[in-house]
């Protein structure tokens, strides 16, 4: 399995999907310190970084693990390369898990570029406005506690994209997948029921402590019940031609 | 004689057609073998099944002795178009090969010689040409030094140089190799300068397998003449079996096929000879008899 997921590491050098990785934290963290130098009043710091995260919850995590699932299953699909891959010795379930694993490393690092872009973006704004735009103390470990656990609870999102994208060769149904859940996710996000949408278990964890925790348990429970379920679907599937 | 491919009985169809129907295939060991048929005859769903790419209906199949399951190690493959990672460089295709196979960082050196890539090994596998781009899929076929090799059409879409460059390659590779190759293709005359056994398929079933000198020396022999296109009438009057065109005459008879009772029957006939030789029958021959046969049953 760590020869699987080294193999997929090596697979993105000069790729679109670890250039998505920097890209769509670093656009998402230059937006909320432009946003920051232009106001004209003061802004708490954990409001300051909730906002930012608010933003990856709801619309960059699922669109990226919609975009990197997509991108990691071109790299087999685009050159076809499934029939060597499937033909050779050793369990078919490593090759799948190792790409999902690889995509959990490549949302783990765009959350974490995320805490690092959030931080230094206030800092650098208020710095620059001589200390007076943001109060209080930086949340430096709230941030990173928040953003894991919205990573853990994106993990059945991840899981449902990659699922898709890797069984289907077109990238149009994982993409058009990825678009309804996140705009379904937006709709339904003050909803009742809205806490079950796949899509919108990262935004709960801004939300009160009983619906983050539910919402927690869904995304990491649901990965371990579905994780096993996507390889034996995608392991026994024929490679017709 | 050790086998390194048996089926039995192999069956697979898609949607109601049959595409591979009972093939009975036997590949010796260390064998060049030339698994030949038209395009859609079920070469390629032949190779998945031998690859477990896909399921049989019905039928087994062993390789040196053992179930697919249990022999997957001991093949390596190069199916239809070379699948190839085109933002990595050579060495780095193969290196994820290499470290899916659990084996020596030597070994990418190893196959970059057979297929002689050094030289191109750091670029980027987009920049290649198709040649190479072959060569390079076959590198990664016999990492882990596989005892079985299945390709599938493994000259398509080259150029007359890579067709002969990957032609020599194949010659060497059992020597040097200790490999059995089976190489499918519908490019008779390719495969009949390197290979030792041929299988002919069509329309899934095997028509016709065995040593390639052994299935050339049936039928009798044969005498190639370049004639009038009208000495066809009169050599077939004389009881001969005649094929060919314009001309260019394959002529075969149900007893000898003596070029001087030939050159005879033509000139006392008043039709122009410019050349008459003893041949070996052709694989193309060969397999224009088989199917005919078959289409015939």
Excluded at chain 1, 69 to 81: D, K, M, N
Excluded at chain 1, 111 to 124: Q, S
Excluded at chain 1, 206 to 226: C, D, H, I, K
Aim: charged share 20%; net charge positive.
């Amino acid at each position: 399995m760590i020869a699987a997921v080294l193999v997929e590491l090596i697979k993105l050098r000069r790729s679109l999907a670890l250039m998505l990785v920097v890209a769509a934290p670093s656009a998402l963290c230059l937006l909320a310190f432009a946003i920051l130098l232009d106001r004209d009043t003061p802004l708490p710091w954990p409001m300051y970084a909730d906002g930012t995260a608010a933003i990856w919850a709801y619309f960059m995590l699922p669109m990226a693990a919609t975009a990197l699932s997509v991108l990691l299953a071109q790299i087999e699909h685009g050159p076809r390369t499934w029939d060597h891959l499937l033909a050779l010795p050793g369990g078919r379930p490593r090759l799948f898990g190792a790409k999902y694993a690889v995509l959990l490393v490549l949302v783990a690092a765009m959350a974490a570029l995320m805490w690092i872009g959030t931080l230094a973006g206030g800092a650098v704004a208020d710095g620059l406005r001589g200390g007076a735009l943001l109060t209080g103390e930086a949340p430096v470990g709230a941030l990173a506690v928040r953003l894991a656990r919205m990573g853990c609870a994106g993990m059945l999102v991840c899981l449902l994209q990659l699922w898709l994208a890797l069984r289907v060769r077109s990238f149009v149904p994982p993409l058009a997948l990825g678009i309804a859940g996140t705009l379904v996710g937006v709709v339904a996000a003050s909803a009742k029921h809205g806490i079950y949408v796949p899509w919108l278990l990262s935004v709960n964890m801004l939300s009160t402590p009983e619906r983050a925790q539910v919402a927690l348990a869904m995304g990491t429970l649901g990965t371990l019940v579905l994780l096993p379920a996507m390889l034996w679907d995608l392991s026994r599937r024929e490679r017709v031609g | 004689m050790e086998m390194a491919i048996e089926t039995r009985g192999l069956t697979r169809a898609f949607g109601g057609r049959l595409a591979v129907d009972r093939l009975d295939l036997s590949v010796p060991a260390r064998a060049v073998y030339g698994f030949l048929g038209r395009n859609g005859a079920g070469k390629t769903t032949t190779i998945r099944l031998l690859l477990g790419l896909i399921r049989a209906d019905a039928g087994e199949i062993r390789l040196f002795g053992q179930p697919l399951a249990r022999a997957r190690a001991r093949i390596g493959a190069l199916v239809e178009v070379p699948a190839l990672y085109d933002h990595l460089t050579g060495r780095e295709n193969l290196d994820c090969t290499r470290r899916l196979l659990g084996l020596d960082r030597t070994e990418i050196d190893r196959v970059l010689g057979i297929v002689d890539l050094h030289a191109a090994a750091g670029r980027r596998v987009g920049g290649y040409s198709l040649g190479m781009r072959q060569r390079l899929g076959l590198a990664r076929a016999l990492l882990g030094r596989p005892r079985l090799l299945l390709l599938d059409e493994p000259t398509n879409g080259l150029d007359p140089d890579g067709i002969a460059d990957m032609r020599r390659l194949l010659a060497r590779l059992p020597q040097e190799e200790d490999v059995t190759l089976l190489v499918s293709s519908h490019l008779l005359d390719e495969v009949e300068r390197v290979a030792t056994h041929v299988g002919l398929v069509d329309r899934g079933r095997l028509v016709m397998e065995g040593p390639l000198d052994a299935l050339r020396a049936t039928g009798g022999e044969a005498v190639e003449v370049d004639t009038a296109p009208a000495a066809a009438a009169t050599l077939a009057r004389a009881g001969f079996r005649v094929d060919g065109e314009d001309g260019r005459l394959l002529v075969r008879g149900p007893g000898p096929c003596a070029p001087d009772r030939i050159a005879a029957l033509l000139v006392k006939a008043g039709h122009p000879l410019h050349r008459l030789a003893r041949t070996e029958r052709r694989l193309e021959q060969l397999f224009a008899d088989a199917t005919r046969v078959g289409e015939a049953a």
